[in-house]
């Protein structure tokens, strides 16, 4: 849990960062700027998240289909549709997966797989997920051996939407080892609530542990004082946002990226005994002309023309 609080921190530290640098798109062309009397007029897509040293996402398109994400280290996101409806999703880069603030430097590759129910929801997400590392060097040489697979792990997520509202209820996964020779078993567990306020999401509580064996983790978050402006990330597929959120188990304190709104306050809690006290974060927000958020928690949210 410090881990996951060195994380919060690091990004509270971040909230007084701003970015002035003139933005262009992958074709040369002017995008959105930070002066507050500008904007866009008529359709947009979300481009860029920024600080004034890293560029943290970059999105690109075919149409108005996302296509692809790039993001820390050179990790590449690949998205595949059938019709207008996420199919797979391929990753293959680096992740926080020890939640110490720091990119791990060994890599990551996962593919998902979409299936919808008969109304179109998203109800499945199947994911095979290869993990590699860099083995140490053999002396006198002082360089790593290449990146080669150590393990495997294959996981389904079910999701659940509420009879009553059609939102999304809860995410159950399921994981196993992915052993050649070994009949594969799924072993873990977790379980993810979402609570809202009006449409955004208000609560989320993730829980952890192996099949069988009750919780041995549990996180819960709070989402508050939402504005009424428009969240960039409403301009992101719900598909994509969801494997955004599952890709390590610290990503839930992102799930406000679900809402319409954006929230200006964020609590952080182990809900494990004994519970401590929870971690807040605060921002302010600014918007453009046309009320989409533009800087939010040290970050700040480039557009593009559709």
């Given at each position: ?266 609590s952080v809690t182990d809900l494990m005994l004994p519970i401590p006290s929870p971690v807040f974060l605060t921002t302010d927000y600014i918007y453009d002309a046309q009320t989409y ?14």
């Amino acid at each position: 849990m410090k881990q996951l609080f060195y994380f919060i921190l690091l990004i509270a530290g971040l909230s007084s960062i701003h970015s002035c640098k003139e933005m262009l798109d992958e074709d040369g062309n002017s995008l959105i700027d930070l002066n507050p009397d500008t904007g866009l007029t008529g359709p947009r897509a979300l481009f860029r998240e920024i600080t004034d040293s890293d560029t943290l996402a970059e999105y690109h398109y075919n149409g108005l289909l996302l296509t692809k994400v790039l993001t820390d280290s050179g990790s590449v996101t690949n998205i595949a549709y059938s019709g207008d409806k996420i199919s797979k999703i391929d990753f293959m880069g680096f992740l926080d997966l020890d939640n110490d603030g720091n990119l791990d430097k060994d890599s990551i590759y996962y593919s998902q797989l979409f299936t919808y129910g008969p109304t179109g929801k998203l109800i499945t997400i199947s994911e095979n997920r290869s993990f590699f590392k860099r083995p140490d060097p053999v002396p006198p040489s002082t360089t790593p051996g290449p990146q080669t697979i150590y393990k495997k792990t294959k996981t389904v997520y079910d999701l659940k939407y509420s009879a009553s509202t059609a939102k999304l209820d809860s995410i159950i996964m399921k994981n196993g080892p992915d052993a050649s020779g070994t009949p594969f078993v799924f072993t873990d567990y977790s379980k993810t609530k979402y609570e809202y306020q009006g449409d955004n999401v208000s609560k989320v509580t993730r829980a952890y542990g192996p099949i069988g064996g009750g919780d041995t983790t549990k996180y819960g978050y709070e989402f508050l004082s939402y504005d009424t402006q428009i969240s960039p990330f409403t301009l992101l597929p719900f598909g994509y946002k969801v494997s955004r959120l599952l890709n390590t188990e610290i990503n839930d304190s992102e799930s406000f990226i679900l809402s319409p709104n954006s929230p200006k306050r964020i609590s952080v809690t182990d809900l494990m005994l004994p519970i401590p006290s929870p971690v807040f974060l605060t921002t302010d927000y600014i918007y453009d002309a046309q009320t989409y958020m533009r800087v939010g928690f040290g970050i700040n949210y480039i557009y593009k023309p559709l």
